[in-house]
């Protein structure tokens, strides 16, 4: 098993463009995630899924718009890139939301506006 | 004030040392508890979870609760230069479809060989 993939590994864009953040997971989870992690910020949640053709807004979802057609895929959107938006960006993907169940994370993206 | 608190560090404790790493949280519905740990250009990875009140242990590591002071502790025994690393403490109320994971900032954790 992979486990959560992310691709690309890395990006530079210029303000303005637009780009898609790809997140696989082989682990049949039903539940998927996007984070953004910044220096002295910590994680927090963009946007997140509870089940394919299902998307819900999380802390921090402006900017950026999301898709999962697919069970295991889960796209992140940014429509016209902001240098706001200079992140690294995790996926992470879990079985369910019980309370004990655990969120696989993805390697990250890291993404820089120009 | 933030839901979770946690001093950014970086720490530095020399090998063999042991190393204590906390957190604060604010709300009180929070029962269940995390430590994740990060390795540089890695995703988040779990390592201790515990509900409640208490102490758990998994080999060197040990998280500790204390719900009434709002608490949350991470030791690590005879410390290794593995062990560098960012540590994330996390919590949640009681798990369900919307519910979410509330992470610290994280400790960046350096152990001198």
């Known amino acids: 098993n992979a486990g959560v993939t992310q691709t690309p590994k890395f990006r530079v864009l210029k303000t303005g463009q637009s780009m898609t953040l790809l997140c696989a997971q082989d682990m049949n989870h039903e539940y998927m995630y996007w984070y953004r992690q910044d220096p002295g910020m910590g994680l927090r949640l963009i946007h997140y899924?509870?089940?394919?053709?299902?998307?819900a807004k999380g802390e921090v979802p402006d900017g950026y718009n999301v898709s999962r057609l697919k069970k295991q895929n889960f796209l992140l959107g940014l429509e016209s890139a902001a240098p706001s938006q200079t992140s690294v960006y995790f996926c992470?993907?879990?079985?369910?939301?019980?309370?004990?169940?655990?969120?696989?994370f993805g390697p990250g993206t890291r993404l820089t506006v120009l | 004030q933030k839901e979770v608190e946690q001093d950014p560090g970086p720490l530095s404790v020399p090998e063999g040392a042991i190393v204590s790493l906390n957190c604060t949280y604010s709300?009180?519905?929070?029962?269940?508890f995390m430590w994740y740990r990060q390795y540089s250009r890695k995703g988040p990875e779990l390592l201790m979870y515990t509900y409640s009140s208490g102490n758990k242990e998994d080999g060197r590591f040990t998280a500790q609760v204390d719900k009434s002071s709002k608490y949350i502790s991470l030791f690590i025994r005879d410390s290794q230069p593995s062990d560098s690393a960012t540590y994330l403490c996390a919590t949640r109320s009681r798990g369900g479809r919307d519910d979410k994971i509330i992470f610290g900032k994280g400790t960046r954790l350096h152990i001198l060989p």
């Open positions: 899924s509870v089940g394919e053709g299902t998307t």
């Open positions: 709300n009180s519905a929070f029962q269940y």
């Open positions: 992470a993907s879990s079985y369910s939301q019980s309370s004990t169940d655990t969120q696989y």
